[in-house]
């Protein structure tokens, strides 16, 4: 216990020093020996450096893992005090095994994916043994050789406890390559004070003349809002079929949106909804389509938003369920069963739970979801999830997908009328 409470006294009177000593650089380290569990945390090695051990045949086991600074930002207090008592506990449960635990960006040059596909080239020595990707990323990874399948019987209790669509995040051909750690759904919010909204169906939204806010703008992409419209009206999951009477039936919706102003151009400037996080947050924007991330971020700062499903051609609930997942990379089997036994360790109930909170995001798994404050939502969120889909990936027709952008754009900017968008759609896709 005074081990564990020297180490989060030193962290607080640390963290303020390390704001101005972390630059540009990919990553900070802290080989979390026994000796080194009251010392400085992974983020503010930089502050006091620790070398790593060079590991030779002697050396005790030794266990990398690369951990995205968005899960834990550097202004979240409360997050990263959590996550260090964590990996301190870790340690002390397992001090025949050496803990080195670094903090990588994950998009920026020297980001997690980039250096995955440089060290495994010049440096295969230097790769994690575990990560956290997006599944975008794992895609990626995957293809290059990146990643090692996972054994699900040695985490069959966590495996069984995901929502089957949740599951599917981390499984390519059906073999599971990723472990589902935190969530983003896809959904509504709306200030509940100045509209009342009793359905989300496109008649409906169009009767009551609802505005909302979606990001449009994503010129090598399908608007994800759209895509799961798509896919509702159709009934699909996956592959993109192109249905030129439901084409045109979501394209008749937008044209009129935009026409009665409940729509705007400016749809067309957010690549992501958290570009229209101020609005929201200071009832200038009434509704919007949100990640899970952005709402719960915004009720953690006080902004009183009621939630919904996104609008839809018939009403059917349905959303776009993405998420981080941690991934093996080493392919020895000894390394492998110390990285599944931290997985174990650490997606225990309660400390997804806990830490999934603390930094906005959803737990991955049902029963740390239950446990929530604030049943409510984690009831709302449970019930997408049971229609939801996966995030579009190359084999699922991201050609067919850029010309339906492009139409819906053209929908929306009046070059279009909604039965020539359709048709612009089926003549260059069919």
């Not at 169906?201 to 806010?213: C, G, S, T, W």
Request: a negative charge; charged letters at 15%.
């Amino acid at each position: 216990m005074l081990l564990l409470v020297n180490f989060l006294l030193i962290f607080g009177a640390l963290l303020l020093t390390a704001c101005s000593e972390i630059g540009a650089a990919g990553s900070q380290t802290l080989p979390l020996t026994d000796a080194a569990i009251t010392t400085t945390p992974a983020r503010v090695a930089q502050v006091t450096p620790v070398a790593t051990a060079e590991v030779t045949p002697d050396s005790p086991p030794h266990l990398r893992i690369w951990w995205p600074e968005r899960l834990a930002p550097l202004d979240n207090l409360s997050a990263n005090e959590l996550l260090s008592a964590y990996i301190a506990a870790f340690q002390i449960d397992n001090r025949t095994v050496d803990v080195d635990f670094r903090f990588k960006t994950a998009d920026d040059v020297g980001g997690i994916l980039e250096t995955l596909h440089t060290a495994s080239a010049v440096a295969p020595g230097a790769l994690p043994d575990l990560t956290l990707i997006r599944r975008a990323d794992l895609l990626v990874a995957y293809e290059a050789g990146l990643i090692e399948p996972l054994e699900t019987r040695a985490l069959a209790a966590i495996f069984d406890d995901l929502p089957p669509t949740v599951a599917a995040l981390g499984a390519v051909d059906d073999v599971l390559y990723g472990l589902p750690y935190t969530i983003d759904v896809l959904h509504m919010v709306y200030n509940a004070d100045a509209l009342t909204v009793d359905s989300w169906r496109f008649e409906d939204v169009l009767a009551n003349a609802v505005p909302f806010a979606f990001p449009l703008g994503r010129p090598n992409n399908l608007s994800e809002v759209f895509l799961t419209q798509y896919r509702a009206a159709l009934g699909t999951s996956g592959e993109i079929v192109i249905d030129a009477d439901v084409l045109e039936a979501l394209f008749s919706f937008y044209e009129q949106a935009i026409a009665a102003g409940s729509i705007t151009t400016d749809v067309l400037e957010y690549t992501v909804a958290e570009a229209y996080r101020v609005p929201l947050a200071s009832g200038a924007l009434d509704a919007a389509a949100v990640t899970s991330t952005l709402y719960l971020e915004l009720a953690a700062a006080g902004v009183d938003l009621a939630v919904a499903p996104l609008p839809t051609l018939n009403g059917d609930h349905a959303t776009l369920v993405d998420g981080w997942l941690w991934v093996v990379t080493t392919p020895e089997a000894e390394q492998q069963a110390l990285a599944l036994g931290f997985l174990n360790w650490m997606l225990d109930i309660d400390r997804q739970g806990d830490y999934s909170a603390a930094i906005a995001m959803l737990p991955a798994q049902r029963t740390a979801l239950r446990q929530w404050d604030d049943a409510e939502y984690a009831e709302f969120i449970e019930g997408l999830l049971a229609r939801a889909t996966l995030p579009l990936s190359e084999e699922d027709g991201v050609a067919a997908a850029r010309v339906i952008q492009t139409a819906l754009v053209g929908v929306l900017t009046g070059d279009l009328t909604a039965q020539e968008a359709a048709a612009m759609v089926v003549e260059q896709v069919a």
